[in-house]
């Protein structure tokens, strides 16, 4: 910038906010073929299962509401580690009149999606949480969910309020998963997003969804570049121009 304009304390501060909504990634909708499989992978409590809730529930709910069919889903739990995972799965398929099947193998894993290709529009599969520092278990994990790619979409779940330090070991050791995009959960227990926003930029990662709460299927929606910029603070902030720049998708 000439000197001229870095005297400009307002000019400066539009450029600045420009960068940083510039940084943020996110991830487009992907449609692979039917049926649509999503896989949810990440650390302990980063609430996978409830975002996994959110998001098969509000494929219903919407349609009830569009009056159009609702579409066929199917829930799938790999998670044997934690106590009350499957029941707490169980207890939501139960309530949305969703089936719910568990695979603790591959090869069971296989076997269910075998039995649903043809007769169902949706997959959710929740896997198990652990530390991003246990690789035997990562890498057990990444066994039993071995599907080819191009018929999955994978999301790392991870909490908005992780330390800078932390969310780069948690990307770093999740690789293994070739997950397409990240779900920031938890964003109504924080006010500050620059530990998301500067590690995902460092290692080119996009955001695909962000939570807000617990009520399903409510505390969910796409991401945005505006969500995370109208979080800035002290910056004066020109919301008119923003939008314009970034413009939210549907």
Request: charged share 25%; proline share 4%.
């Amino acid at each position: 910038l000439s000197f001229e304009k870095l005297n400009d304390f307002d000019f400066v501060q539009k450029e600045t906010v420009d960068i940083i909504g510039e940084s943020i990634s996110i991830a487009p909708l992907i449609h692979t073929k039917f049926p649509h499989i999503f896989v949810f992978v990440g650390p302990t409590g980063v609430g996978k299962t409830t975002t996994l809730s959110k998001l098969s529930a509000g494929l219903v709910i919407n349609a009830r509401k569009e009056k159009r069919p609702a579409p066929v889903v199917r829930l799938i739990t790999t998670d044997y580690t934690r106590v009350g995972a499957e029941e707490q799965l169980r207890r939501f398929g139960d309530l949305m009149d969703v089936k719910v099947e568990k695979a603790e193998t591959a090869e069971d894993l296989s076997s269910i999606l075998e039995k649903w290709r043809d007769t169902v529009d949706y997959i959710f599969i929740d896997s198990s949480g652990c530390s991003p520092n246990d690789y035997d278990m990562i890498a057990k994990m990444r066994k039993t969910l071995s599907l080819p790619e191009d018929t999955m979409e994978t999301f790392l779940v991870v909490s908005a309020s992780t330390i800078s330090s932390n969310l780069v070991k948690i990307i770093d050791n999740f690789s293994i998963f070739n997950f397409d995009s990240v779900i920031v959960t938890k964003c109504d227990e924080t006010s500050s997003f620059g530990n998301v926003v500067g590690v995902l930029h460092e290692k080119r990662k996009s955001i695909s969804y962000i939570t807000n709460g617990q009520s399903v299927p409510r505390a969910i929606k796409r991401a945005s570049v505006l969500y995370f910029l109208n979080s800035l603070t002290g910056f004066k902030l020109d919301k008119m121009h923003l939008k314009d720049k970034f413009p939210e998708e549907n």
